[in-house]
């Protein structure tokens, strides 16, 4: 589980193609996006956005600087009563014509209460969270953007009773610009969720994420 996360900070420290750097000034007279589009706002672009959706809610802040993104957010997983805090980074890897493909890598922390009311599995706990990921924006029209998405987070408890939390979730969506900086969104992921109660077997399961979000450009 390890490895992607090394593979992804290897992708970071490497330079921008230099199609991608060739093409980005072009970039910042079309893009839009606030909630996930685009794969990486431009530089000197922020944006503010929330969502609601299951089994989480949450909102976020992005800033776009020179070759990378910024991003503070903060989640409410609602099934299991979790507060989840992240700081991430993306880099654009790949920028062909109207699609953009960008790694992602970000660490946090979960503070998991333990309820079971909705989620009879859930375990206590405060847990680092690792998550590398990939977006795929492809501009499909003046005001859409369908994106792909990768999401792996890993949970690592931080106390010594092996607690742990793997996701795999691939799906996508779609960001329509709505006018005046704001757009929103409609996404889906499916895949699968191991994980490992304190001192108890590991157990696999479904795992999915929808978000229906909204957002605004500050600059």
């Not at 922390?109 to 009879?120: E, T």
Request: proline share 6%; charged share 15%.
């Amino acid at each position: 589980m390890t490895r992607p996360v090394f593979l992804l900070a290897l992708v970071f420290a490497l330079p921008v193609p230099v199609a991608a750097q060739e093409a980005a000034p072009a970039r910042e007279e079309w893009s839009f996006g606030t909630v996930i589009a685009p794969a990486m706002l431009p530089e000197g672009a922020s944006a503010l956005y929330g969502y609601i959706g299951v089994p989480e809610m949450g909102g976020g802040f992005r800033q776009g600087l020179s070759g990378f993104e910024l991003e503070a957010r903060g989640r409410l997983d609602y099934f299991r009563l979790a507060g989840i805090l992240e700081v991430g980074a993306r880099r654009a890897v790949v920028t062909e014509g109207a699609a953009t493909i960008a790694p992602t890598l970000s660490l946090g922390l979960v503070f998991n209460s333990g309820s079971a009311y909705l989620d009879a599995d859930n375990f206590g706990g405060v847990l680092l969270r690792i998550t590398p990921g990939l977006i795929v924006g492809w501009r499909v029209a003046d005001t859409v953007m369908v994106l792909g998405l990768l999401d792996l987070p890993i949970d690592l408890g931080l106390s010594p009773t092996g607690a742990r939390r793997f996701q795999a979730l691939t799906g996508g969506g779609a960001e329509f610009y709505l006018g005046s900086g704001i757009t929103l969104l409609t996404a889906g992921q499916l895949g699968v969720e191991s994980f490992k109660a304190p001192d108890e077997p590991n157990q696999v399961r479904l795992g999915y994420q929808l978000r229906l979000g909204i957002g605004t450009r500050l600059f």
